[in-house]
């Protein structure tokens, strides 16, 4: 099985460099841009959490049943946004959950209990799961028809779209209420969606090579996985879950932790997340240079450890430039294992190898807040984080073991 960052950078006939024709040069612009408005959107909900959480009065418990919802919502969507990829294309299921999510964000703000907020976040879950997993198996797709590396710039996008979202929600915390900014994020979604999505809904007939055996974001027939394949894909699943129950520890408990531990003021814990955020993004472009220079088993166990040491900073540091400074750690640790991860399991299973890890993977995402959420109540917010660096480790440690699992 070729490995996926091994792959030629020139098309069928090419010598080499950026020779994709420029239809799919439309679709990966088209692509980076919904990557980018996802997490623009999510971090702009998770910077507002602590002041929705005095709206509702929720507890920290209470808080994580809320979230909850966004977990449940996601988790069940994602395991039907497979075949209604299938049916329907990956390209309508994104820019249909492209529409729900920007519509889906202002519901927070204007609840005013904690059962009304884990209902409403069902919706918004629903929606945030969907376009992950559309977005993904898109990339995915476009990645082979295009048979260059790209599938860490997408994941790029998303984090400078969350650095994006926390850096404008930090900036305007103080001066709107949580209402007025969501509402506005709705409308930059759909703005955007409706820019943007015409070019996705059009992919499929916008082939500069119609000679090419499939056209970028087609639908193809899934491959099917024998036992042990399906093994080998749930373990880059878990180590895809592992690492993203880091950042949505982070996106969702970050800024309380700052601003109800370490008593920063609402700004300056916006720019956690923020920071996080960039660190992992930075990260993510170096991504395909690391990965032909050490090799994938040495970057996931490098990233595992890096991002294990920065969370326990971020955790148990008793200052807040020190939690910073552990968040942006965390960030550089985190940044590739992800892509890494699904994109070994696309590489062995087609797009449903990908499917079945990014659903595993968002599921660690979404899951981890509500976890965090009751060890807080039970414990402490700052030990409830530590827990973070260990899913890191076993993310290291499974890395490793994975290292014969593909011919890659």
Same mark, same amino acid.
């Given at each position: 099985?070729?490995?996926?960052?091994? *792959? /030629?950078?020139? *098309? =069928?006939?090419?010598?080499?460099?950026?020779?994709?024709?420029?239809?799919?040069?439309?679709?990966?612009?088209?692509?980076?841009?919904?990557?980018?408005?996802?997490?623009?959107?999510?971090?702009?909900?998770?910077?507002?959490?602590?002041?929705?959480?005095?709206? +509702?009065?929720?507890?920290?418990?209470?808080?994580?049943?809320?979230?909850?919802?966004?977990?449940?919502?996601?988790?069940?969507?994602?395991?039907? +946004?497979?075949?209604?990829? @299938?049916?329907?294309?990956?390209? $309508?299921?994104?820019?249909?959950?492209?529409?729900?999510?920007?519509?889906?964000?202002?519901?927070?703000?204007?609840?005013?209990?904690?059962?009304?907020?884990?209902?409403?976040?069902?919706?918004?879950?629903?929606?945030?799961?969907?376009?992950?997993?559309?977005?993904?198996?898109?990339?995915?797709?476009?990645?082979?028809?295009?048979?260059? %590396?790209?599938? %860490?710039?997408?994941?790029?996008?998303?984090?400078?779209?969350?650095?994006?979202?926390?850096?404008?929600?930090?900036?305007? $915390?103080?001066?709107?209420?949580?209402?007025?900014?969501?509402?506005?994020?709705?409308?930059?979604?759909?703005?955007?969606?409706?820019?943007?999505?015409?070019?996705?809904?059009?992919?499929?007939?916008?082939?500069?090579?119609?000679?090419?055996?499939?056209?970028?974001?087609?639908?193809?027939?899934?491959?099917?996985?024998?036992?042990?394949? /399906? /093994?080998?894909?749930?373990?880059?699943?878990?180590?895809?879950?592992?690492?993203?129950?880091?950042?949505?520890?982070?996106?969702?408990?970050?800024?309380?932790?700052?601003?109800?531990?370490?008593?920063?003021? =609402?700004?300056?814990?916006?720019?956690?997340?923020?920071?996080?955020?960039?660190?992992?993004?930075?990260?993510?472009?170096?991504? #395909?240079?690391?990965?032909? @220079?050490?090799?994938?088993?040495?970057?996931?166990?490098?990233?595992?450890?890096?991002?294990?040491?920065?969370?326990?900073?971020?955790?148990?540091? =008793?200052?807040?430039?020190?939690?910073?400074?552990?968040?942006?750690?965390?960030?550089?640790?985190?940044?590739?294992?992800?892509?890494?991860?699904?994109?070994?399991?696309?590489?062995?299973?087609? =797009?449903?190898?990908?499917?079945?890890?990014?659903?595993?993977?968002?599921?660690?995402?979404?899951?981890?807040?509500?976890?965090?959420?009751?060890?807080?109540?039970?414990?402490?917010?700052?030990?409830?984080? +530590?827990?973070?660096?260990?899913?890191?480790?076993?993310?290291?440690?499974?890395?490793?073991?994975? /290292?014969?699992?593909?011919? #890659?």
């Amino acid at each position: 099985m070729p490995q996926l960052n091994k *792959l /030629r950078t020139a *098309l =069928p006939g090419g010598t080499g460099g950026n020779t994709a024709p420029p239809s799919y040069n439309r679709l990966r612009t088209a692509l980076t841009v919904f990557f980018a408005l996802d997490g623009f959107l999510f971090a702009g909900w998770v910077v507002r959490i602590p002041a929705i959480k005095h709206q +509702t009065g929720a507890t920290a418990s209470t808080l994580g049943l809320a979230l909850l919802g966004v977990s449940a919502g996601a988790v069940i969507t994602m395991m039907l +946004t497979g075949s209604l990829c @299938r049916r329907y294309g990956s390209h $309508a299921v994104t820019v249909v959950c492209g529409v729900l999510l920007s519509l889906s964000i202002a519901l927070p703000a204007q609840t005013g209990s904690v059962v009304a907020l884990g209902l409403v976040l069902l919706v918004f879950g629903a929606a945030y799961g969907g376009m992950n997993v559309a977005m993904n198996s898109a990339a995915v797709d476009l990645v082979t028809a295009m048979r260059r %590396p790209v599938m %860490p710039s997408f994941h790029a996008a998303f984090s400078f779209g969350g650095m994006t979202g926390a850096g404008l929600g930090g900036l305007v $915390a103080g001066s709107l209420s949580p209402a007025t900014h969501l509402f506005a994020l709705a409308g930059v979604g759909l703005l955007v969606t409706a820019a943007t999505g015409p070019v996705l809904l059009g992919g499929r007939t916008a082939a500069a090579h119609p000679a090419e055996e499939q056209e970028a974001g087609s639908r193809e027939q899934p491959r099917r996985m024998g036992a042990h394949t /399906r /093994r080998i894909v749930v373990l880059f699943g878990v180590i895809a879950l592992c690492t993203a129950y880091g950042e949505g520890a982070l996106a969702e408990w970050g800024a309380l932790h700052l601003t109800q531990d370490l008593h920063a003021d =609402p700004g300056l814990a916006a720019a956690g997340y923020s920071l996080f955020a960039l660190t992992m993004a930075v990260g993510r472009l170096t991504g #395909t240079k690391l990965l032909e @220079r050490f090799g994938q088993t040495r970057t996931l166990v490098a990233g595992g450890m890096t991002a294990g040491v920065g969370m326990l900073f971020g955790a148990l540091a =008793p200052t807040v430039w020190l939690t910073l400074l552990g968040f942006a750690v965390a960030g550089l640790g985190l940044a590739n294992i992800f892509p890494v991860a699904v994109g070994r399991a696309g590489a062995l299973a087609g =797009p449903s190898g990908v499917a079945a890890a990014s659903t595993l993977g968002y599921g660690g995402m979404l899951l981890g807040p509500p976890v965090i959420g009751f060890l807080a109540d039970w414990s402490s917010l700052p030990v409830a984080l +530590t827990t973070v660096t260990l899913l890191a480790a076993v993310a290291a440690v499974l890395g490793y073991a994975a /290292r014969n699992a593909t011919n #890659t």
